[in-house]
């Protein structure tokens, strides 16, 4: 069964960091495009980063320098190390994986909260 799990969310100070993990189930992680999205409430889902088979990586202009994405394709893992977290991050997170010409999967989210 294909399943894309989040963890790491929670409630964290301004300025402070936090570690989402996104392990993957039920088909080949180290051949597929994996990226972190965010939805404020009220708003749009977001792309945050994303990071390729071979390990490039891209991020929106809003995490540039604080965030950094990685990949551990030995434990089906995809990372976001978020640093210096503002209020303005507050939003859940979902992790997705996708591929030319294949299916997109989406996990459910872990939310992530920046108090003032």
């Known amino acids: 069964q294909v399943q894309l799990v989040e963890s790491g969310g929670g409630l964290v100070p301004h300025g402070g960091p936090l570690r989402l993990s996104c392990e993957a189930f039920?088909?080949?992680?180290?051949?597929?495009?994996m990226s972190w999205h965010r939805q404020a409430p009220g708003g749009t889902r977001e792309l945050v980063a994303t990071?390729?088979?071979?390990?490039?990586?891209n991020y929106a202009e809003a995490v540039k320098g604080r965030f950094t994405i990685s990949r551990n394709n030995a434990k089906h893992t995809v990372y976001l190390q978020m640093d210096n977290l503002k209020p303005d991050d507050t939003a859940m997170y979902y992790c997705?994986?996708?591929?030319?010409?294949?299916?997109?999967?989406w996990g459910r989210g872990t939310q992530v909260t920046v108090s003032a």
């Open positions: 039920g088909f080949l992680f180290s051949d597929r495009i």
């Open positions: 990071i390729s088979p071979g390990g490039s990586t």
């Open positions: 997705k994986s996708n591929q030319l010409g294949q299916p997109v999967y």
